[in-house]
């Protein structure tokens, strides 16, 4: 029975595969198969019509990206075509913030051989994007330029890009090069390839106005040898004053209370010192004084009157003068300085009392120390370095400063400091170098304590350097974020040289012409550990 049915089956195959041949010729009735090539077919048509069989699939996107002084722009925009209408959808940050416009008039304007395009929006149509429809008039290459008129006329917008101050007004950003096309075939030949998605990750333009974000351009300087260590903060000699007894006696405050840290005004009276003994008694000094001077001014009205109708000799009016001169002279000099109670201790400057070396009630001999009085708006940092640093400390002029392990290294410059000296010979002590710096105080820095300094000395090379901040690190390994587009980043390993708290030196894996993340890293980092978003979700097309 088996062997019946492979028959049947058999036979089946067999007629099914006559029908094919048979199908087959039809198909070709009526047409001369000799000298009939295929091949030479296909090339014959496509040569008759380039575009036959290419599968363009949907309408091409061209991406631009140009920066100003005072605006980022990143727009996707559809082909131009020559008498087409064509969507720019534009994302505006404003520099350096990176923070969306969320208000203003920005023209669009095309300019191709020497024939203006323009499309204007009063307001964004989203925060942050602007959608334009232009229609450009004839093909050709060109410039896409966008005016920004921002609101509020000349009041001050923070800074730009490069530190310059930034006013409200009308501002520029400019894609130097654009085409507009003859027909809708050539946009597709014009196409750049799609940049690698290995190890890149979306992060939106509306994802990086909602955190803290920046982007910049390696800066290329000079960058020398780099000195870490740690500096003593002290009170500059300008800015502190030691106030000590003119006189012996027992010091009682003024206040009731005086402690350190209290805040004191120049001329203010803080203490006083009374003398509890008969000998050298500032009081008993005071009062004589006060006494001898009344006297002396009484007499010397007296001769004036007296030397009028010349009754006394001018010699006896000169000697009364001069008694009355002198006894002015003591008594407005302990006036200044001592009352009935004692001898007034006053702050010779406006601050702090920094450190207090007496107490309420205590006897003191003149000249002892009560107080140092401090301002505390210059310091002088001290930083003791080992000996092989000395050829390196004659070229330093600039430095990085972090008070504590959380603030940011501020540089020398921005707090106002200067060098002012290094020591030409080892300190008996601990034979170590002193090197001394002064700088005015931004509320970070306290009088007594110790803080982080990166000492940098001069160099002739340029380098390639990016902000600290703009590194990330896994497993001892330091990358980048690089930017390929405002919304797409690639994770690139770099190799990091010498490091000054503010600025690391590249020695491998980025160009110059790299624009790197310098912040909101981690959040990148953090959306790629989340998956990959589409680049353009949330986008309005």
């Known amino acids: 029975m088996s062997a019946k049915f492979l028959q049947i089956l058999l036979i089946a195959m067999a007629a099914t595969f006559s029908g094919c041949r048979n199908n087959s010729g039809d198909a070709h009735e009526g047409e001369s198969h000799e000298g009939h090539n295929h091949e030479a077919e296909a090339k014959s048509e496509a040569k008759a019509d380039p575009h036959a069989g290419h599968n363009h699939g949907e309408a091409p996107k061209f991406q631009y990206t140009a920066y100003s002084n005072s605006h980022e722009l990143f727009a996707e925009a559809d082909a131009f075509i020559a008498g087409k209408k064509a969507a720019i959808l534009s994302h505006f940050s404003i520099l350096p913030g990176f923070k969306a416009v969320e208000e203003g008039k920005i023209t669009a304007i095309l300019t191709v051989n020497g024939q203006e395009s323009r499309a204007e929006l009063s307001a964004p149509t989203r925060k942050g994007i602007y959608l334009f429809e232009i229609t450009p008039s004839t093909a050709g290459k060109g410039s896409l330029r966008f005016v920004i008129s921002e609101k509020g006329g000349n009041t001050e917008s923070g800074t730009g890009e490069k530190g310059e101050l930034r006013k409200r007004g009308n501002y520029e950003v400019i894609v130097s090069e654009v085409t507009v096309f003859a027909d809708d075939h050539a946009p597709y030949h014009a196409l750049q390839p799609e940049p690698s998605a290995v190890n890149t990750t979306v992060f939106t333009k509306e994802q990086s106005w909602k955190i803290d974000f920046a982007t910049a351009l390696p800066a290329q300087e000079p960058f020398g040898e780099i000195i870490k260590t740690s500096a003593l903060v002290t009170s500059s000699q300008e800015g502190e004053a030691i106030v000590s007894a003119k006189s012996a006696g027992i010091v009682i405050f003024s206040a009731g209370v005086v402690t350190e840290g209290m805040s004191v005004s120049a001329g203010q009276t803080i203490a006083s010192i009374s003398g509890g003994m008969a000998d050298n008694n500032p009081a008993i000094r005071f009062e004589e004084a006060r006494n001898n001077f009344e006297k002396a001014s009484a007499d010397f009205e007296r001769a004036k009157l007296l030397s009028a109708d010349n009754i006394i000799s001018q010699k006896e009016f000169t000697d009364t003068k001069n008694r009355y001169d002198n006894a002015k002279s003591v ?200 998956g990959t978003l589409d680049a353009h979700s949330g986008h309005v097309h």
């Open 331 to 530: 008594y407005d000099n302990l006036r200044g300085n001592f009352s009935r109670s004692g001898q007034s201790v006053k702050s010779p400057l406006g601050g702090f009392i920094r450190q207090l070396f007496v107490s309420n009630g205590a006897y003191v001999e003149a000249g002892t120390p009560l107080m140092v009085v401090s301002q505390s708006r210059k310091l002088t940092l001290t930083a003791s370095l080992p000996q092989r640093y000395l050829p390196v400390l004659a070229t330093v002029r600039e430095a990085s400063i972090k008070a504590n392990s959380q603030s940011p290294a501020l540089s020398l410059g921005e707090l106002k400091g200067r060098v002012l000296s290094y020591g030409k010979a080892a300190n008996s002590d601990n034979f170590l170098i002193p090197f001394t710096m002064q700088i005015e105080n931004n509320g970070s820095f306290i009088p007594g304590s110790f803080v982080e300094v990166y000492l940098k000395g001069l160099s002739g090379t340029n380098v390639i350097t990016v902000p600290v901040k703009a590194l990330m690190e896994e497993q001892g390994l330091f990358y980048v974020w690089v930017q390929i587009t405002p919304e797409l980043f690639e994770k690139r390993e770099v190799k990091v040289g010498r490091n000054d708290g503010r600025s690391a030196e590249i020695l491998s894996g980025l160009q110059a012409t790299e624009r790197v993340v310098t912040a909101g890293a981690v959040q990148i980092k953090l959306a790629q550990a989340t």
